[in-house]
């Protein structure tokens, strides 16, 4: 197996039921399939020991873990690899903002969630963050189609997608002084094309990296 040169990690961000897990699973073979390791992130959330329905706690959780898992890039003794993360930094401001909107959290909360994803030593790490966008109704049709369920959820219904989508495009217009590369994915527009999306995805990581690591994924199917 190939030896990165330095760590690369990459977020994927955005709405529930946009694509963005299905296309960083595409794009974590395909950069496996060049040679390359891969450290994936997802959150933790599933096993995470609080109360799912306290919005807030989970939120904080899931800060908490995806602080921690970026700090400790590089900090071991593993070779670099490439990192792609699910439930990011960038994607906890995205949330957070979606719920203070709706007021399901305080300001305080938002703050706090904003001092940690925005810890210069720590945001630095991430070099590209790809923000993924849908339709409510696409979402809830995807939702509806995996669970085999029409109704509408805790987090799953028009209203906090809406505010979801929102605070994604928000995000995404903001400009960055860390050098950090945002690039917003609708996957309305991109019509459940997931292969084209995950090309489309490692022709950007490619245009961050040296020539010679770079060639690798282009060539990757």
């Not at 997802?42 to 908490?64: E, F, Q, T, V």
């Not at 890039?73 to 957070?96: C, K, Q, T, W, Y």
């Not at 939702?143 to 979801?164: V, W």
């Not at 084209?196 to 282009?218: C, H, K, Q």
Request: net charge negative.
């Amino acid at each position: 197996m190939s030896v990165l040169p330095r760590d690369v990690v990459i977020e994927f961000a955005g709405m529930p039921k946009s694509g963005k897990t299905t296309v960083l699973d595409v794009v974590s073979h395909r950069i496996r399939r060049a040679g390359w390791a891969v450290g994936d992130f997802h959150g933790g959330g599933r096993y995470a020991p609080i109360d799912k329905n306290d919005l807030a706690s989970l939120n904080l959780y899931l800060a908490g873990s995806a602080l921690q898992y970026l700090a400790a890039v590089g900090a071991d003794e593993r070779p670099p690899r490439f990192h792609l993360l699910d439930r990011g930094l960038n994607d906890r401001i995205i949330f957070s903002r979606a719920l203070n909107a709706l007021g399901l959290v305080t300001d305080s909360h938002l703050a706090a969630v904003e001092a940690i994803a925005s810890e210069p030593g720590v945001r630095s790490r991430v070099h590209a963050c790809f923000v993924f966008v849908t339709t409510p109704e696409i979402s809830l049709q995807r939702e509806a189609a995996n669970r085999l369920t029409t109704a509408e959820g805790r987090i799953m219904n028009t209203t906090k997608l809406e505010a979801l989508r929102d605070a994604a495009r928000t995000f995404v217009k903001e400009p960055t002084t860390d050098g950090l590369l945002i690039i917003e994915l609708d996957t309305a527009l991109l019509d459940g094309r997931v292969q084209d999306t995950a090309r489309s995805v490692l022709a950007t990581i490619a245009s961050l990296l040296a020539p010679e690591v770079a060639s690798t994924l282009e060539a990757a199917e």
